[in-house]
């Protein structure tokens, strides 16, 4: 094995144990998160969640039980970022009540680009709460329809001091998903809020090749060892295809390759 193949074996690990594999499709229904739930489970370790809508958290924590290495991740607010407060608190309840493990909340983005940063604070302070220990909290930007990296860095800002555990880049539900544009304000965002503040791209990372510019970005800006489970996520479907093939030489089925 040459060095070239030897780097991208270990960056494919290193990707499975960030992944957050997810299936956020409108065709998703039980017999998809039994595939999903089993094919976190790899040969070569396990992924470090799965992301899923919240109607089917109950059932995936039956499949996975308790205290499970493969995280249960779901999304509130999602994927308009337009319900009311008290309504976003209520799906974070259910869902964690249900076994999520883990919230992806949508800021309300429509209302922090016209001018609305309180519904930013209000909305991530108020899930915050919501997410009683050790559940997570990551706050979805939606940066592709934020455009500008001022407004990036600005929501960045505001989700990290409201309580943010992670920011995360996008829904994977509008034209223009995760970037390294905006990866790098949000990286930034956080080395400057000095915070245990986690990053997770999503949308449009599908080989290994992408998630390893994302991994350098994240060393360049926060160092060789910050990225970790704990720190940084990959929300894709279809990379696991990839580190698979990478990994054991062969492609395995892939989940829905819409994220």
Not at 91 to 105: F, N, R, S
Not at 172 to 187: D, F, I, R
Not at 204 to 211: K, M, P, S
Request: hydrophobic share 45%.
């Amino acid at each position: 094995m040459n060095m070239h193949e030897d780097r991208k074996k270990e960056t494919a690990r290193k990707a499975l144990s960030l992944l957050d594999l997810t299936d956020l499709t409108d065709t998703c229904d039980a017999a998809a998160i039994e595939k999903l739930c089993a094919q976190a489970q790899t040969p070569f370790g396990t992924t470090a969640a799965i992301c899923i809508w919240p109607r089917f958290v109950a059932q995936a924590r039956g499949i996975l039980g308790a205290g499970h290495a493969v995280k249960i991740a779901t999304v509130v607010n999602f994927p308009s970022g337009e319900l009311v407060v008290s309504k976003v608190v209520a799906e974070t309840k259910q869902a964690i009540a249900d076994g999520a493990d883990e919230i992806d909340l949508v800021i309300p983005y429509r209302d922090f680009i016209a001018g609305d940063e309180a519904a930013v604070t209000e909305m991530v302070a108020a899930v915050k709460a919501a997410c009683t220990p050790p559940v997570i909290l990551k706050t979805i930007l939606e940066t592709g329809e934020l455009k500008d990296p001022a407004l990036v860095r600005e929501a960045s800002d505001l989700a990290i001091a409201a309580g943010a555990d992670f920011i995360k880049t996008s829904t994977g539900k509008v034209p223009v998903n995760a970037t390294l544009q905006a990866a790098e304000v949000m990286l930034n965002a956080i080395k400057a809020s000095g915070k245990p503040v986690g990053f997770k791209p999503a949308g449009g990372v599908r080989t290994v090749g992408d998630a390893a510019d994302y991994l350098a970005l994240a060393a360049t800006i926060l160092g060789d060892d910050w990225a970790k489970p704990k720190t940084f996520r990959f929300g894709a479907s279809g990379l696991l295809a990839d580190i698979l093939t990478v990994l054991g030489g062969q492609s395995a089925p892939s989940a829905p390759a819409s994220y």
